[in-house]
């Protein structure tokens, strides 16, 4: 299982990876602000890459459930001085969280090699930016937009809709010429969906392997495990992320969108020492 992005790729047949998260919004959920400038960014992204990450995931848009719309200038402004001065201090694979065409195609100038989109690649223009720049892409599963997703979200089988519109999207992006190695898949845990849908698609994660491709689970501190624990503080998803990262692995995610890279890390490991026995 080969996942390819530009300047390089990943042989995930045996093993996973860990992508850390690197939020430059003054709104994220958890960790909105805690970078105000370029350098603490990319000094914070650094730290990650030490801790074990493989991929750095650069977002200027908070998709929380709610949250406003970002306009082009601003996200513009916020992640690509982070992307161009990361690419200058290191040679990994440095991902784009963005559904903006326009956003994705300045990152890749700026040495982004994954373009990681919450809607699914569903814009032509999103498509032909990918392809045209020769980036590896994460294609996420999201019901509505983060403004209305979780309002209500209904499914008659949400595993079986979800594995659907993936497949349906890995028509797409091959026949508009994206090699399929290029492609990697997320189920989109907690963009349009309840709890119950949560479950149903963690435990269903093997299943999601479209034609072969990877797939990413984003669990890091979503609200899912907050509801599960009885708790409002986020700090208290941590650990339970930890035990989701080495539970979600042993049933076939090879890719792992984390806020705290060394302990997941850490913990994906542990996880594949024993799958290795």
């Known amino acids: 299982m080969i996942w390819r992005y530009k300047g390089g790729a990943f042989d995930l047949t045996e093993r996973g990876i860990i992508m850390g998260i690197l939020n430059v919004t003054p709104d994220s959920f958890s960790d909105g602000g805690s970078y105000s400038n370029s350098d603490q960014a990319v000094e914070a992204a650094l730290q990650m890459v030490a801790d074990g990450a493989e991929v750095i995931d650069i977002g200027g848009e908070s998709t929380r459930p709610g949250s406003p719309a970002v306009s082009l200038e601003d996200e513009l402004q916020r992640t690509i001085p982070v992307v161009e001065a990361l690419r200058e201090r290191w040679d990994g694979a440095i991902s784009i969280d963005t559904s903006k065409p326009e956003v994705a195609r300045v990152a890749i100038e700026a040495g982004a090699s994954i373009v990681n989109d919450v809607t699914g690649l569903t814009d032509p223009e999103m498509i032909l930016t ?100 009885e708790s409002s503080d986020v700090a208290e998803r941590e650990w339970p992320t930890v035990a989701l990262t080495s539970y979600a692995r042993t049933l076939g995610a090879r890719v792992h969108r984390v806020h705290q890279v060394k302990e997941n890390h850490d913990a994906l490991r542990m996880a594949e020492v024993l799958l290795s026995e």
């Not at 997703?149 to 809709?161: H, I, K, R, S, T």
């Open 130 to 229: 990918c392809r045209d720049g020769c980036v590896g892409i994460v294609c996420m599963h999201m019901k509505g937009t983060p403004r209305s997703m979780q309002e209500n979200p209904m499914y008659e089988n949400v595993l079986e809709e979800v594995r659907e519109f993936l497949t349906q999207q890995y028509e797409m992006l091959t026949v508009a010429g994206i090699p399929a190695e290029m492609i990697c898949f997320d189920p989109g845990i907690g963009f349009g969906k309840s709890l119950e849908h949560n479950k149903a698609l963690i435990n269903g994660v093997g299943g999601l392997e479209i034609e072969g491709r990877p797939v990413m689970m984003g669990l890091s501190r979503k609200s899912f495990i907050g509801k599960l624990l």
